[in-house]
């Protein structure tokens, strides 16, 4: 399994980017796709989730200003992240969990910054 995220950059507070995830080698059904990230210093966390269903689940900061997305026939997943905040800084990774196992893209690098 292989997942190849794209989409970060530099963007100024208020602005907005969409993150991109695509996955190879997936020949078993994905139980959720989802975004993780990690700020210099901090414990990767979760920033938002799918499931096979669409069901979604969000961290708090991000809710109201992040939407996933995904493409199960695809295997793709994406983030638009609205609204960006400096707090929002951060490597974004991408993941998948298929039957319980986690696997993990190689993460894009988000900065908020005037």
């Known amino acids: 399994v292989q997942l190849q995220a794209s989409g970060g950059g530099l963007v100024q507070p208020g602005g907005s980017l969409r993150l991109s995830c695509a996955g190879s080698g997936i020949i078993f059904s994905i139980d959720t796709k989802g975004w993780y990230r990690q700020a210099p210093g901090k414990q990767r966390e979760l920033v938002a989730t799918?499931?096979?269903?669409?069901?979604?689940k969000y961290a708090d900061s991000v809710k109201g200003r992040f939407t996933i997305s995904g493409d199960n026939a695809k295997n793709t997943v994406f983030l638009q992240m609205n609204s960006l905040k400096p707090e929002d800084t951060a490597v974004y990774y991408c993941n998948v969990v298929i039957w319980g196992i986690d696997y993990w893209g190689q993460g894009t690098l988000v900065t908020v910054s005037s």
């Open positions: 799918i499931s096979t269903g669409g069901e979604t």
